[in-house]
């Protein structure tokens, strides 16, 4: 393994007092309807309303006092850019966050609120994140990948740590899959615990760069259509040592499409009443659609964010 | 006081192991756009979506061996109903819950997944509670009352003792009211660490029993209106315990209208990423209308329930 559980473990002391520790609802309804004991992890309910925080955190807390001092650089429009200007603040550092000049105003106010420093950039993601990499070279300060970085990993991983301590027997986890940080981490650690653990990668049809790189051998650019499930698009750099954990951890392979991501977070909001963003609806989109496999199994649905427009929840 | 706050301290050891302790949020918007710093108590996140199972969990766990062994009884279409099931089967104690015929079968369903035996009645919710009071009496166990009796009013209490550990200064605490047992049991905890905590009462224009109750100086009856907000409507036992409490223990009052719950309801989903039912979306209106008052103080909100059909959301 490329991050050892030891490193989990150091991670989940290092960020205890920044996150917040999420607790497992058994979903009654989930059950009876699959034959399996569905287990949901209510990561949803982290502060920043996503996993991201803890990744952000575990790196930003590795970092020295001079480090910390020069402060810190991202470049996202969504939960790690949240996770950094949370976590930075917590640490006190300074967090910069670089973001394409077409970014919604509720997002920048929702950085500004958390202190961050928000820089716009004329045209899109990558050229934020270019501009963010150089601008942290230059500066000799730090840049904070959202997932090519064993760090935040290791911070990601920190959700299988609170599953093995909460959940007596786990089969199987259902997990989305994006960059590929937040299915590593957490894989990591379920299968050194054990190793039978079955890891279930979900992906929306219409954006699944890792699962066709998994399929191709090697990290490819494919092309994506839009989807709701806005926290698991984009690309995968080329060299993401994501994908020798993605290639060596994910054992089943759920694809949904977008009226299935839909209807499992309508479904999540009427029988649990939760609000989950797409990229949470996609990983019980991908139990319901593969359930009959894993009956009168332990089943663990990672609910990894809430972070929706309103305008965008199902009606 | 007729609750001590040791009596309200035993109801939070007696109670550890089957609720959970709910966290609070610091609400970055609504603090900037009211000039309060306003904490959310989250206890929408409670198991079974509400604080009631708080006070019937209490009521259970304080029952003896043989008590438990003759089962308990109440009568409850709501979100009582659903604590009295679950603290029970925690209790490894049989509960049977009362409902009128025309309840939603969806409701039967949560009660009877948690375990509880349902007897259906001819006739309204009033029907339904006198003959399972009747019932209780010819079998010699024991009826639970969603608010009127001490040991349920002290385990809602249990709010007050975690919000004091985890806000360093309340100066005022927004609380729905529907019988009284929340505001009373919380209450009676915030004026015994600090009697100049504000308790502010708040209701549905529509639904407002014990508001009128209080202004004419003994419980009475008052008609209603529907409601968003099901869990604080009917009316109030004319001997409740809770008639002095609340006359003691409230200070400032709040009357929101139907469009104001839901206004409320809308802008905690769209900010705050939460559902929450109506009686909840009262607390939360009630601060926004008279905010104003409470300016440069630290306010806390009492999120007390999530349970709310998916087609009563605001859209």
Known sequence: MIISSEEIIAA??????????????YSTQLSSESGSR???????????GSFKLRGAANKILSLDRSDLDRGVLA????NHGLGVCYAARQAG?????????????SKIRMMRDLGGNIILCDGDCLTAELTARAAAE??????????????????????????????????????????????????TWLKSINPAIR????????????YESLRAGGIIEFPEEP???????????????????????????ALVSEAEIFEAMRIVA????????????????????????????????LLCGRNIPFEKLPG
Not at 93 to 105: M, V
Not at 280 to 298: E, M, W
């Open 12 to 25: 989940g002391s290092r960020i205890r007092d920044v996150i917040r520790e999420t607790p497992v609802d």
């Open 38 to 48: 569905v287990y949901l992890k209510l990561e949803h309910i982290q502060h920043t």
């Open 75 to 78: 470049a996202s429009t969504g």
């Open 93 to 105: 550092a300074e967090a910069t966050i670089y973001l394409p000049s077409n970014t919604s105003e």
């Open 138 to 187: 230059e500066a000799g300060c730090t840049f904070i990948s959202p997932y090519n970085d064993l760090d935040v990993i290791a911070g990601q991983g920190t959700i299988g740590l609170e599953l093995t301590r909460q959940i007596t027997q786990i089969d199987a986890a259902f997990i989305s899959v994006g960059g590929g940080g937040l299915i590593a981490g957490v894989a």
């Open 199 to 210: 890891i279930v990668g979900c992906w929306p049809e219409n954006s699944r760069v890792m």
């Open 227 to 253: 989807t709701i499930s806005e926290s698991t698009a984009g690309g995968v750099e080329p060299d993401s040592v994501t994908f020798p954990l993605c290639r060596d951890l994910i054992d089943d392979f």
């Open 270 to 301: 009427s029988i649990e009443r939760w609000i989950i963003e797409g990229s949470a609806g996609v990983a019980v989109a991908g139990f319901i659609k593969t359930s009959h496999l894993y009956r009168d199994l332990n089943v663990v649905i």
